[in-house]
């Protein structure tokens, strides 16, 4: 059934070679129970592990039943280990963190057999070695005579045609020694069974057959068997394959040995994970904040249809690198900004179909038409005209109901009427000093309340503020007092600020008026003389310039002609869904149109929104940075311990291949153990950070209790993060596994 053919086998030994056996040619067949004699150094372990496939022949031919390994590969070989042969070492060679049982299962792991099967076979072949009573032992807790047993029965239990016992009683005292001699000649009458021993007298007393070698050669070979005994049925081998959950089993049980090296290990690792699992908590938990922000305090803010609206982007100058127009060095690219201005066209039949939308959706709609009014002031006695810009003069862009929702009173009261107005000032109480300055107060550091509450302002109507000459109207400098005399009065009668500065309504330390002041204003002026003028001619009447339609449009808005063409529609709504609903009507009526006739709307408060939750993922996404540092360093960490483990398990690796295992079996052992440490890592971690939201959502709470839920874990990150973590591990475990999955059998035996 076995037969070496001129076997050599020279071995590197620096710049030269050594020649450990030369020539050898031998013939085997099931029973016989054959010894290997010789003194050290002669070949003898090196013909067993030849005949075992755990090492190669340079030159000759090894023949198993009638069937050459020349061209055998390293799975053919490790097949052939799995199914045809059994090892006993001298030392035993047992996996000290996996129980008698498991031991011996585990050459039956590789052929795959099920674990029923595993588990009866097992204990049949523990049973027959008179080992059935110490199954669950690990093989620390036994005998030499005990761990020899074991081994015996894993090299049977696969049912190989041949078991290899390389000085199997080396170690053990003389009872013990017969004790186990006398099994291995039970087992050598169904099977071949090749022993190298120093032990003559154990060659004599239960050898069926001596072989002496001396230098690498075969000196003596008594009762060999003749050609006609040797089985040539042909030989396929069956490939093994070790499962993943197989390859875990092992690295758990490993592990299980190590635990305080493992939890310290996974510890440290997990520090990666609880520093972004924190950075992701308090980014959900602001990104929840913002929603309740959005849906709570920000419902109110209109959704706005202006002429003309920027792209809401961080890059409003960008240009193209790509693009034929990109300068060369000596070159400068011309920019035109306008390039990123959408020009809203809203026509009377936008109009329309605003005016048919659902008026459940939303509470009331204001209209902007662009008015500039005149305004005035009186400046240390002197009436003057104010510029509207330094005064920041402009409505509220919340009706009047829900001011109180958005703004605190520092003092005085909210507005009541149309010509009541406000001032607003930031959460310092502070306003420019342009702003100061345009109500009439020079070069001053701080102002009363008094100063402020009470002050009259006045807007100037258009037939007192225009007056006609030559061809154009001009405005009345001349007759200041007489245009604030007839223009209307407004009243500051408080003094407010911004229940939350996060919010932007429109400028702060302006004054601020009702929306229907502007409408009451253009009823006023629509009847001026320089109004009429204007609504009849096609060229300006205020300078000698033609307009085309839209700069007359333009005109007619800033003198207060203009109540039927906006310049801003301002559509508010009680709740997120219903301006949802009417952003979805908007896009409806941009079907089928092209982009320069299509709508545009900002939903202020998804636009408030949006900027505070990128401001927030662009801080979550820096601070995350900073943490993966600490998970790099931990896949690094990862690398290192498990090449410490390859270093300890080396014997292990070796008893692997000598069951048949392959190579990629013992990489898949330490990626498993890599995946172990990186997902209790990742478990340990996500625990932690999940408690720690506890604590930081205390204090948090104690400085703002808006804040009291600033840390809030969202388990997808969670999950997410566990399998990083074991990701990383992986990664960092690979290297390291590739380097087992290298490592020479035979040298993997020799190590203590």
């Known amino acids: 059934m076995l037969e070496l053919k001129n076997i050599v086998k020279d071995y590197k ?15 085997f067949k099931k029973g016989e129970f054959v010894a290997i004699l010789g003194p050290s150094g002669c070949g003898k372990t090196t013909s067993l592990n030849i005949i075992g496939g755990l090492d190669r022949y340079s030159s000759g031919d090894l023949v198993i039943n009638g069937t050459s390994t020349k061209d055998f590969n390293e799975k053919d070989w490790d097949a052939y280990r799995n199914n045809s042969v059994g090892f006993v070492f001298q030392s035993y060679n047992l996996i000290s963190h996996l129980s008698v049982l498991d031991n011996v299962e585990l050459g039956m792991t590789l052929s795959g057999v099920g674990k029923t099967e595993r588990r009866e076979r097992a204990i049949e072949v523990l049973s027959r070695v008179g080992l059935h009573d110490q199954i669950e032992k690990k093989p620390t807790k036994l005998s030499g005579g005990e761990k020899q047993r074991v081994a015996i029965a894993r090299a049977l239990v696969n049912d190989p045609d041949i078991i290899l016992a390389d000085e199997p009683t080396g170690a053990l005292d003389s009872k013990t020694a017969h004790e186990i001699l006398s099994l291995i000649k039970e087992i050598s009458q169904e099977k071949l069974v090749i022993m190298v021993t120093h032990a003559p007298k154990y060659a004599k007393a239960y050898a069926s057959r001596t072989i002496q070698l001396l230098d690498g050669e075969v000196i003596e070979d008594k009762d060999a068997p003749s050609g006609e005994d040797i089985d040539s049925k042909g030989y396929v081998p069956v490939k093994t394959s070790m499962s993943f959950f197989t390859a875990l089993k092992l690295s758990f049980n490993n592990l299980k040995t190590k635990k305080f090296r493992t939890t310290i290990t996974a510890l440290a690792s997990s520090i990666g994970i609880i520093g972004v699992g924190l950075v992701l908590s308090i980014s959900n938990g602001f990104s929840d904040q913002i929603e309740k922000l959005e849906s709570d305090q920000l419902v109110g803010l209109p959704i706005m249809i202006g002429r003309e609206e920027m792209n809401i982007g961080f890059g409003q100058m960008q240009v193209n690198r790509d693009d034929e127009t990109v300068a060369n060095d000596n070159e400068i690219v011309v920019y035109d900004p306008s390039s990123n201005v959408h020009k809203n066209l809203i026509t009377e039949d936008f109009m329309t179909y605003l005016d048919n939308m659902n008026d459940k959706i939303y509470t009331t709609t204001h209209y902007t038409f662009g008015y500039s009014p005149t305004i005035l002031t009186l400046h240390n006695g002197v009436t003057e005209i104010v ?18 929702e958005y703004y605190d009173i520092v003092d005085g009261k909210l ?8 001032l607003t000032v930031d959460g310092s109480n502070v306003i420019n000093l ?20 009470g002050k009259k302002l006045y807007i100037g109507l258009n037939d007192d503020y225009y007056v006609e000459q030559g061809d154009y109207y001009v405005p009345n400098f001349d007759n200041l007092d007489i245009i604030k005399q007839n223009g209307v009065e407004l009243t500051i009668v408080g003094i407010v600020k911004l229940i939350d500065e996060s919010v932007n309504l429109g400028s702060v330390g302006g004054i601020k008026h009702l929306y229907a002041l502007e409408a009451d204003l253009l ?9 009429s003028e204007q609504m009849i001619s096609e060229d300006s009447v205020l300078s000698p310039v033609v307009l085309n339609e839209e700069q007359k449009l333009g005109v007619l808005s800033y003198l207060g002609c203009n109540d039927t063409n906006p310049y801003l529609i301002q559509i508010y709504s009680d709740s997120v869904e219903n301006k949802e609903t009417i952003k979805e009507y908007i896009a409806d009526y941009n079907v089928g149109k092209i982009e320069e006739d299509q709508i545009i709307e900002v939903d202020l408060a998804e636009a408030i929104g949006d900027t505070l939750g990128t401001l927030i993922s662009s801080i979550s996404v820096v601070l995350s940075s900073f943490a993966s540092i600490s998970l790099v360093v931990s896949s690094v960490m990862i690398g290192i311990i498990i090449y410490i483990s390859v270093l300890e398990r080396t014997k292990e690796i070796g008893i692997i291949r000598s069951l048949g295992g392959r190579k990629k079996d013992i990489s898949r052992v330490f990626n498993a153990e890599s995946v172990i440490i990186g997902a209790f890592a990742g478990l340990l971690g996500v625990t932690i950070t999940y408690l720690l939201t506890f604590p930081i959502n205390l204090i948090a709470g104690n400085f703002d209790e808006t804040l009291s839920s600033v840390a809030k874990v969202n388990m997808l990150h969670l999950l997410g993060l566990v399998g990083l973590s074991t990701l990383l591990t992986f990664i960092g475990g690979y290297i390291p596994s590739r380097i087992a999955a290298k490592k020479n059998p035979v040298e993997a035996l020799r190590v203590e």
């Open 523 to 531: 009823n006023r002026n629509m009847a001026s003389d320089v109004c």
């Open 415 to 422: 507005p009541t009427n149309i010509y009541e107005v406000v």
């Open 434 to 453: 342009s702003t100061a300055q345009a109500l009439g107060f020079d070069d001053v550091d701080k102002l009363t309340y008094d100063q402020i509450v």
């Open 13 to 27: 030994v620096g710049n030269g070679n050594y020649r450990a056996l030369n020539g050898i040619s031998l013939k």
């Open 387 to 404: 510029d509207n810009q330094e005064l920041g003069f402009s409505s509220f862009i919340t009706p009047e109901e829900d001011l109180v």
